[in-house]
């Protein structure tokens, strides 16, 4: 019951953070551009220009009955909370192909919590990353790869052995691919953007 309430709780707390998550970004990067250009123009004015608008997201509702399922349905209460993290974070990405980088690092330090955290799993996934960031800056002169996409991969390696790390990249992966073919079968348009953490969420959930 316990697990249940703070669900709900938590499921509060995102719904208000997804409300203020435009103007908590904006502000931030409004902050950075005053730093390095002077105080040239308002803060009403920076965000009435910023192409970053708040969004109808229908999908956030269901988190006031899917947290609760989750507490309800998992033992591990830590678990738990790292599926509504999961889901929080696959939410973000969905309709503003962004992150919040504060709930990533709690996601790994759950992942640290646990009993045995897989230690040569995060020096892997670590070096895994930094090697493909590399590899795609050096040939393709762009980050192909989001930096938040990595992060997450690397908050959850310690959940995991080496081997099962390596299924949850490629699950995401073909997660990825079969969502973008259907939507390529309905519409016959490419997808010029796919929001990659709904699918490491849907593996990560997958095969822990």
């Given at each position: 019951?316990?697990?249940?309430?703070?669900?709900?709780?938590?499921?509060?707390?995102?719904?208000?953070?997804?409300?203020?998550?435009?103007?908590?970004?904006?502000?931030?990067?409004?902050?950075?551009?005053?730093?390095?250009?002077?105080?040239?123009?308002?803060?009403?004015?920076?965000?009435?220009?910023?192409?970053?608008?708040?969004?109808?997201?229908?999908?956030?509702?269901?988190?006031?009955?899917?947290?609760?399922?989750?507490?309800?349905?998992?033992?591990?209460?830590?678990?738990?909370?790292?599926?509504?993290?999961?889901?929080?974070?696959?939410?973000?990405?969905?309709?503003?192909?962004?992150?919040?980088?504060?709930?990533?690092?709690?996601?790994?330090?759950?992942?640290?919590?646990?009993?045995?955290?897989?230690?040569?799993?995060?020096?892997?996934?670590?070096?895994?990353?930094?090697?493909?960031?590399?590899?795609?800056?050096?040939f393709?002169?762009?980050?192909?790869?989001?930096?938040?996409?990595?992060?997450?991969?690397?908050?959850?390696?310690?959940?995991?052995?080496v081997?099962?790390?390596?299924?949850?990249?490629?699950?995401s992966?073909?997660?990825?691919?079969?969502?973008?073919?259907?939507?390529?079968?309905?519409?016959?348009?490419?997808?010029?953007?796919?929001?990659?953490?709904?699918?490491?969420?849907?593996?990560v959930?997958?095969?822990?």
């Open positions: 019951m316990q697990a249940v309430i703070f669900s709900i709780c938590f499921a509060i707390w995102c719904r208000w953070d997804l409300n203020r998550f435009c103007e908590r970004i904006n502000r931030q990067v409004f902050q950075d551009y005053q730093f390095l250009r002077g105080n040239i123009e308002t803060f009403s004015h920076f965000k009435q220009h910023s192409r970053l608008k708040p969004k109808s997201m229908p999908w956030a509702k269901s988190i006031w009955w899917l947290f609760p399922l989750f507490a309800f349905i998992h033992e591990n209460p830590i678990i738990a909370f790292l599926w509504m993290l999961l889901y929080f974070l696959a939410l973000l990405d969905s309709y503003y192909y962004l992150t919040d980088s504060r709930y990533i690092a709690v996601i790994f330090v759950l992942a640290l919590l646990q009993p045995i955290p897989q230690i040569d799993t995060l020096i892997f996934t670590i070096c895994f990353f930094t090697g493909l960031t590399l590899l795609l800056l050096l393709r002169r762009t980050e192909s790869f989001g930096m938040g996409d990595s992060l997450l991969f690397i908050a959850v390696s310690p959940l995991f052995s081997t099962e790390m390596l299924q949850v990249i490629l699950f992966c073909l997660f990825g691919l079969f969502f973008a073919l259907i939507v390529f079968c309905k519409t016959q348009q490419k997808i010029d953007r796919l929001p990659f953490i709904p699918f490491i969420s849907l593996a959930v997958f095969l822990l």
